[in-house]
């Protein structure tokens, strides 16, 4: 006995949403990351006035390095550790066998046609977003939300989506009609500033070890 905790097997710690409801047109956030670990941020950038958040946990990020990324059920264990009331940790991406979030969001519509999404992601992924593979056709599936995190403002707000979709941008003021615009639609919430970041969570973990 190592005095570890035992981690359950990916199929006992899976969650994906059932067939929808055909009476409701629900409100539905989604928070795609590795959450490797899951940390504060994650928990207060989900916060939206939705009906429900999906955290999306990745079966493997394509712009992040394969080394130190913890196995997907120690990173949906951590998840579903954090996540708060009205949010679902899934990683239903492994079904969808997508790795790329523009072709995530496609197939998430086509499969819950009567659900209203909305793209959850913090300024420093509104600011690197160009990277990302069709990464405009993003703000064209679904509204966008982004919050504000420290040091990334000015980069994200003067970046090539900022001026590519300044004219789908909202005032902050509409966040609860977000999910109701029709893309692109996207909005920039100046939400309390969190320091938190799964890197720094590493980074103190490996420096305790040695």
Request: proline share 10%; charged share 20%.
């Amino acid at each position: 006995m190592t005095g570890k905790p035992t981690l359950p097997p990916p199929a006992a710690t899976r969650w994906h949403p059932g067939p929808p409801s055909p009476f409701r047109r629900a409100r539905v956030g989604l928070l795609g990351g590795s959450f490797n670990p899951a940390h504060e941020g994650h928990l207060h950038i989900a916060r939206l006035g939705l009906d429900e958040v999906w955290w999306l946990v990745s079966p493997g990020n394509p712009l992040k390095p394969v080394a130190g990324m913890a196995p997907l059920a120690e990173r949906f264990a951590s998840a579903a550790a954090r996540a708060g009331r009205a949010m679902r940790v899934t990683d239903i991406e492994r079904d969808l066998g997508t790795r790329y979030t523009a072709e995530a969001l496609r197939r998430l519509k086509a499969r819950y046609p009567r659900l209203s999404f909305v793209w959850l992601m913090g300024a420093d992924n509104l600011a690197q977003i160009p990277a990302w593979k069709d990464w405009s056709s993003i703000f064209r599936t679904v509204p966008v939300a982004v919050f504000a995190r420290p040091h990334y403002l000015a980069n994200a707000l003067s970046g090539a989506a900022s001026a590519r979709f300044r004219d789908g941008r909202l005032p902050e003021r509409a966040a609860r009609s977000l999910a109701r615009h029709r893309p692109p639609a996207w909005m920039f919430i100046h939400s309390r500033l969190v320091a938190a970041s799964a890197s720094a969570i590493r980074a103190r973990k490996q420096a305790s070890r040695g």
